[in-house]
């Protein structure tokens, strides 16, 4: 099971924790991080919206020490889902935590694999 800490809280990662991780038992989703809204990190993405793999919640964590939560945390892979960040920034993400502590991944999940289908 991959260890995943999603870079986003409270819009387009919820999204893609719903249609990628919910009910996933080959991911463990350990934490989402804060960043953008204020006042969001110290709070968890309820149970009754995580499904039963997550019976606590998730933590919403700060983001500012990426590094840290990376080795803390023993994160396998980092997904991206924040739903708008200037060009400067998303370059500096991929480099900074997995510079001491290696990762299996760092990708963005795309409108084909996050989208909902609808008949």
Same mark, same amino acid.
């Given at each position: 099971?991959?260890?995943?800490?999603?870079?986003?809280?409270?819009?387009?990662?919820?999204?893609?924790?719903?249609? *990628?991780?919910?009910?996933?038992?080959?991911?463990?989703?350990?934490?989402?991080?804060?960043?953008?809204?204020?006042?969001?990190? +110290?709070?968890?993405?309820?149970?009754?919206?995580?499904?039963?793999?997550?019976?606590? +919640?998730?933590?919403? *964590?700060?983001?500012?020490?990426?590094?840290?939560?990376?080795?803390?945390?023993?994160?396998?892979?980092?997904?991206?889902?924040?739903?708008?960040?200037?060009?400067?920034?998303?370059?500096?993400?991929?480099?900074?935590?997995?510079?001491?502590?290696?990762?299996?991944?760092?990708?963005?999940?795309? +409108?084909?694999?996050?989208?909902?289908?609808?008949?």
């Amino acid at each position: 099971m991959k260890r995943v800490l999603i870079l986003g809280a409270a819009g387009r990662d919820f999204h893609n924790f719903n249609v *990628l991780f919910r009910d996933n038992s080959d991911y463990h989703v350990v934490a989402f991080t804060a960043a953008q809204i204020p006042d969001i990190a +110290g709070r968890r993405y309820p149970p009754e919206l995580a499904g039963v793999l997550y019976p606590e +919640g998730i933590p919403i *964590l700060e983001e500012n020490d990426l590094e840290n939560l990376v080795a803390e945390h023993e994160i396998d892979a980092v997904v991206f889902s924040y739903s708008d960040i200037s060009h400067q920034n998303l370059m500096h993400l991929p480099r900074v935590p997995w510079q001491q502590t290696p990762i299996s991944g760092f990708w963005e999940p795309g +409108g084909h694999n996050s989208s909902l289908w609808c008949p």
